[in-house]
C-alpha cells in the first residue's frame, strides 16, 4: 500500500466532500432562508428560524464527519479494493443490474438508516452519540452532516455495507452518496417542497418527507426513516400527527 498515495487521495475525498457540502447546502440555504423566505413562508415547519449560533455549531460538527466520512471513503476504494465487490466495468453484470443496483442500494441505505437510527434513540446511546444531532431541534440544511464523531462512523458504515455486499459500480456508488446527501438536506429543509395530499397518494404514503423529518427533531420520537415510510409504517413508529402536519403546511 501506498500511504502517499492514500494521503493524497484521502484529502482529495475530504475537499471534494466538503465542497459538494458548502456549495449545495449553502445554496439551497440561500434560496430558503434569504431570497424565498417570505414568499415560502406557508410552507414552512416551524415558524422560528434557527440562531446564528445553531448553524455555526451544525458547520463545525459537519466539518469533522466529513473528515470521518473521507476516511472511510478512503479505506474501502484504496485499502479495501481488492476485497469488495465493486468493478469498474459497466457491462461485467449486464445493464440490467447496473440500473437495478441504484434501486436496491437505496433499499439498503433505508433499512440500515432506520435500524440504527431507532437504536440511537436509546436513552443510552442517545445521550452519548445522538444528542448532537438533536440539538438542532430546528434543523436547516447545515444539519444534514452536524454529527457527533462516532454517528458519523455509524453514518459511513453504509459504504462498506454496499461495497461488500453488493455488485456495484464504483461510479454508481459515488452518484448514490451524492444522492443521498441531496435527499439529506431536503429531510432538513425545514421547508415542504412536496404538493398538497402527496402524502395520502398510493405513492407518497411510502416516501419520507422533510415534514416527517422535521416532526422527528421537533419532538424526538416517531418518523426514523431516511428515504421511505416503509419501516415506520411496518412497526408503527410513524407520528400519528405527520400527515394532518404535511396536510397543514401545504394548504
Known sequence: MNWE??????????????IRYFVIAGLVFCVFYVLLKNI????????????????????????FSILIFATVAALVFIVLRPYTN??????????VYYFLCFPLMLLIHDAYFYWVHWFMHHPKLFRLIHKIHHKSTNPSPWTAYAFHPLEAIIEA?????????????????????LFQFFYNVYGHLGFELLPKNFQRNWFGRWINTSTAHNQHHEHFHGNYGLYTLIWDRMFGTLRKDYESKYQQVTK
Open 5 to 18: 498515495e492514500f494521503g493524497y487521495r484521502w484529502l482529495r475525498i475530504a475537499e471534494i466532500t466538503t
Open 40 to 63: 415560502l413562508s406557508s410552507r414552512r415547519m416551524q415558524a422560528k428560524y434557527p440562531q446564528l449560533k445553531d448553524y455555526g455549531r451544525d458547520i463545525s460538527y459537519s466539518l
Open 86 to 95: 465493486m468493478y469498474v466495468e459497466k457491462s461485467q453484470y449486464g445493464m
Open 157 to 177: 458504515g453504509i459504504i462498506p455495507l454496499i461495497a461488500f455486499t453488493l455488485p456495484v459500480y464504483q461510479g454508481s456508488l459515488g452518484l448514490f452518496l
